[in-house]
């Protein structure tokens, strides 16, 4: 991969979907040996868990599969992150929402969601709510090996 690529994970509180899909993202570009052409975060739209580690399900659903989990205290977006990022990946349309309001809009075509490197698209549904870490990994997992796809065939290493 020529240039490195900025990711930036975004979710409501950035303890659940958001921290997973960095920790997921880190651990499959680390596996593939592409380490040094990413720099991966994750932030929340939100205010409500600033200072937070990551949530006890998620910490508990990477431990068990074997991804490892770093060192991380919820942060959020804030505008000059837009210029700072490649990718700006929320987990739903409410993050989208809200990452536009708070960049003030999305010139570049930056924002997205995260299934929508999948077949299907869609929603991430926040375990914050519905306790089914299982499934929030299983849909970030899915999300971000398309993503990683996405990015090794747009830069011919496959």
């Known amino acids: 991969m020529p240039s490195m690529t900025r990711i930036l994970f975004i979710c409501h509180g950035n303890i659940c979907r958001s921290t997973m899909a960095e920790f997921v993202m880190k651990y499959l570009v680390s596996k593939e040996g592409f380490d040094k052409d990413f720099y991966i ?25 074997g991804i490892p989990v770093l060192p991380h205290s919820a942060n959020q977006i804030k505008k000059s992150d837009y210029e700072e990022f ?7 349309e409410w993050n989208i929402t809200n990452i536009l309001r708070i960049t003030g ?15 299907r698209g869609g929603d991430i549904a926040d375990p914050w709510y519905t306790g089914n870490f299982d499934e929030t990994y299983d849909d970030v997992l899915e999300g971000c ?4 796809d996405r990015l090794k065939n747009k830069n011919g290493d496959e």
């Open 105 to 119: 809009g999305d010139p570049q075509y930056k924002v997205c969601k995260l299934l929508d490197f999948t077949q």
């Open 86 to 92: 490649d990718f700006i990946i929320g987990m739903d």
């Open 41 to 65: 975060e994750s932030k929340a739209t939100s205010t409500e868990e600033i200072g937070n580690p990551p949530h006890r399900g998620t910490v508990q659903k990477l431990r068990q599969v």
């Open 145 to 148: 090996t398309g993503l990683l």
